[in-house]
């Protein structure tokens, strides 16, 4: 198996001095690098606590197998004049491909019903006025609602740049995009006169931000369909792919990439960020400190109490919990994605289409019905897993878990949890493998390894404190916040990451931009465009 980075256990801390440290190698912290290195020169180091670099666009083998974590489909990035694919090509230096999962990237599944999401804008009207003949006028409207909500983020975004002491200046730039953002998606869906089947439909990729119609911002649910409505793509050779296509950037200018080098602790000194502390007691300084490892691990953990204190910073964000937690069935199976039938369209499977419904009854007792099983086949969306696993195919099924279910063995080790906890992850994987074979049947002779992962399994590896996928939760209280931006209340300590943007590839890539912005003093957007 190829490993990302370099291994700070094997091999120490290289020589030299530091212009910025970035704790994390998730998908912002390597930007925020990469864009400092290429357009500044700057000699980064870069942190990580697990053994490979990536975050959540990390992948994981067992013999013969390979899958991703946290990257399933991105959209945009198969367009090649897209701002996004433009921003990966220089992040890449052109080094990574994408492979476009074709017509339909999403099918929605609502008891024995199907929806296509296919790309294009026109062509997903179309497929969805022949669903919905009579409701083609909310269809037309929703997509403009979509739009407009759509035209504000640019502003909302490139205000978090402004310094902090100019926030009343830049305030104007937030309102039409908070106008969008203080509405929940129920409300907006409501107010269009959607019916609850249509409206269970149009909200059918919750999941990939994590909350039910009644609690999620507006503004993230447009954002995140707006994103997908060209099409979806998958990174040829894998997620593991754009980490390790962006770590040459770093390294051309004397900057690193660690693995098994967990932060303990941020170094404050006379009120400025001048470090940090490693597990192992090492203290390695720079004049400016970045965090990856999002807001309710850097303000709550890593950051000393009284330090946090005196800049009056708070480790949670009111009204913006952290977001929701998951499990994932990993399959592998001894035939491939062509013979077995698999095509790349992700599949949303739910019981019915009352999806708040079905969340607060599971959140209150998970032996209730699953809100949601979420299929996954990158074997038959990569083009090139065939050739680095020949007669193999493999599939995820993601479900969302309360983190309560798992807390009370928060304190034991990986892999040494006892039977009971095994007995809660054999139910869970028996659960979803259900809902497996039912959409595939073609499957069911054909599996030869099932893993599951726990919201325990993303505390260990990731550090998030409750198993959290998507950092705070979108509410419309999180748009509200000041304090997810760059720069922090403490000198020389900044943020990146989906908690100063929104989940998914593109929020995670597009906060590096502002952070390293930042750094640099300098619109780097602008610079990656005109390269």
């Given at each position: 198996m190829t490993r990302i980075g370099t291994s700070y256990k094997q091999n120490g801390l290289p020589a030299g001095t530091w212009d910025a440290i970035v704790i994390g190698s998730g998908l912002g912290g390597l930007t925020t690098a990469a864009l400092l290195a290429q357009h500044r020169g700057r000699r980064v180091l870069v942190l990580e606590r697990h053994y490979t670099a990536g975050g959540f666009t990390h992948t994981f083998h067992r013999p013969g197998y390979e899958w991703d974590v946290g990257v399933h489909y991105v959209g945009d990035v198969h367009r090649p004049g897209s701002l996004m694919r433009r921003l990966f090509d220089h992040l890449t230096g052109g080094e990574l491909a994408w492979a476009d999962l074709g017509e339909v990237y999403d099918r929605i599944v609502i008891g024995g019903d199907e929806y296509d999401f296919v790309a294009g804008r026109e062509a997903w009207r179309r497929r969805m006025h022949d669903y919905f003949p009579a409701e083609r006028g909310v269809i037309d409207a929703y997509l403009e609602r979509v739009r407009e909500a759509q035209r504000t983020t640019r502003r909302f975004f490139l205000e978090k740049v402004i310094p902090p002491a100019l926030s009343l200046a830049g305030a104007p730039l937030r309102w039409p995009a908070l106008r969008e953002a203080r509405l929940t998606v129920r409300e907006v869906l409501s107010g269009l006169g959607a019916s609850r089947r249509l409206a269970g439909v149009l909200v059918g990729q919750y999941g990939d931000y994590g909350l039910p119609p009644s609690q999620a911002s507006w503004l993230m649910h447009a954002v995140l369909f707006g994103h997908y409505l060209g099409g979806g793509a998958y990174p040829v050779g894998g997620s593991s792919r754009i980490a390790a296509t962006m770590l040459p950037a770093i390294e051309r200018a004397g900057g690193a990439v660690l693995t098994s080098a967990e932060v303990d602790q941020i170094v404050i000194e006379r009120g400025r960020a001048v470090g940090v502390r490693l597990s192992d007691g090492t203290v390695v300084r720079a004049p400016a400190v970045v965090s990856d490892a999002g807001v309710t691990t850097t303000f709550g953990r890593l950051l000393p109490r009284d330090a946090a204190a005196a800049a009056g910073i708070l480790p949670r964000i009111a009204g913006a919990p952290p977001s929701v937690a998951h499990v994932s069935l990993y399959v592998g199976l001894d035939r491939t994605a062509a013979e077995l039938g698999l095509q790349p369209a992700n599949q949303w499977v739910y019981e019915h289409?009352?999806?708040?419904?079905?969340?607060?009854?599971?959140?209150?007792?998970?032996?209730?019905a699953l809100p949601v099983a979420y299929l996954s086949f990158p074997s038959a969306k990569d083009p090139d897993f065939a050739r680095r696993h020949p007669g193999k195919a493999t599939i995820e099924v993601i479900g969302l878990a309360p983190y309560e279910t798992f807390a009370?063995?928060?304190?034991?080790?990986?892999?040494?949890?006892?039977?009971?906890?095994?007995?809660?992850?054999?139910?869970?994987?028996?659960?979803l493998r259900g809902v497996l074979e039912q959409r595939c049947p073609s499957v069911a002779g054909a599996i030869t390894h099932c893993e599951l992962s726990t919201p325990l399994s993303t505390r260990h590896f990731v550090?998030?404190?409750?198993?959290?996928?998507?950092?705070?939760?979108?509410?419309?209280?999180?748009?509200?916040?000041?304090?997810?931006?760059?720069?922090?209340?403490?000198?020389?300590?900044?943020?990146t990451g989906a908690?100063?943007?929104?989940?998914?590839?593109?929020g995670a890539a597009f906060s590096g931009v502002l952070t390293a912005s930042v750094l640099a003093r300098r619109n780097l957007l602008g610079a990656v465009l005109r390269a």
């Open positions: 289409d009352d999806h708040d419904r079905a969340v607060a009854n599971y959140t209150a007792d998970d032996r209730a009370r063995w928060e304190g034991s080790p990986w892999k040494k949890r006892g039977a009971d906890y095994e007995g809660v992850k054999a139910r869970l994987a028996d659960r550090g998030h404190p409750t198993g959290e996928i998507y950092g705070l939760a979108h509410t419309p209280a999180r748009f509200e916040a000041r304090q997810l931006r760059p720069q922090t209340a403490i000198p020389g300590l900044y943020l908690d100063i943007c929104t989940a998914g590839v593109g």
